[in-house]
C-alpha cells in the first residue's frame, strides 16, 4: 500500500514568505508527527496530532509555526515571514496509534530552502 | 531538552567487515528504536527494543537496550555496499510521547 507522502519535496522561497507543506500519512493512521531536520543532524520533534487535535506541539520553535490537521487524516505545516535559518528538511512521519509501542513510518521530507 | 549521544560520527569500512555504534543518554529511556536513512529519504525503522536487557536481531542487526536504559548499541555483521547510509538512534524517554533522535552515524563502505 501507499506510504506517507510529502509535497512538495522541494520548496525555494525568499525570507519574509508564507509556506505551506503537505503531508498525507498512511491511510488509517490516527497519529501524525512533524520532524525538523537540520543538515547534519538527527530529526527533531515539532508537533504531533490524535486524530484532530495537536496532542503535543512543544517542539514548535515559535509562533511563525502553525500545523493543522482539520479532518484527521492530513496535515499542513505552515512557515509565516520564513527566515533563513527555517532551511531544513520537514519530515512527516504516522503510526496507526500514538505511542512508544507503535511503529512510525516517515516520508520523504520536503526540503525547504530559505534564500 | 532530552538528547542522545551517538557514536561514532562517522564510520570508514571494508565491505565485509563488522560495524558496531552505539547511543547513550543522560535520562532513563522506554524504548530504544534504531533507523537508517538513505539519501533523499525519511528514516526507515529497522530494530526496535521495548525492555532494558532486550537483545533483537534482524538479518545481520543486532541491537541491545541497555539494563540501565540509559543505552543502546547497534552491530551490523559482515557490511556490504547497501548497508551505507547515516543511522539513527531513537528513542521515547520516560514519561514522554515524543521521540528524541541521536545525531546519527555515517557508515561509508569501501569496495
Known sequence: GAGVSQTPSNKVTEKGKYVELRCDPISGHTALYWYRQSLGQGPEFLIYFQGTGAADDSGLPNDRFFAVRPEGSVSTLKIQRTERGDSAVYLCASSLLPGSTDTQYFGPGTRLTVL | ?111
Request: proline share 5%; charged share 15%.
Open chain 2, 1 to 111: 531538552g532530552q538528547q542522545l549521544n551517538q557514536s561514532p560520527q562517522s564510520m570508514f569500512i571494508q565491505e565485509g567487515e563488522d560495524v558496531s555504534m552505539n547511543c547513550t543518554s543522560s535520562s532513563i529511556f522506554n524504548t530504544w528504536l534504531w533507523y537508517k536513512q538513505d539519501p533523499g529519504e525519511g528514516p526507515v525503522l529497522l530494530i526496535a527494543l521495548y525492555k532494558a536487557g532486550e537483545l533483537t536481531s534482524n538479518g545481520r542487526l543486532t541491537a541491545q537496550f541497555g539494563i540501565t536504559r540509559k543505552d543502546s548499541f547497534l552491530n551490523i555483521s559482515a557490511s556490504i555496499p547497501s548497508d551505507v547510509g547515516i543511522y539513527f538512534c531513537a528513542g521515547f524517554p520516560q514519561g514522554a510521547q515524543k521521540l528524541v533522535f541521536g545525531q546519527g552515524t555515517r557508515l561509508t563502505i569501501n569496495p
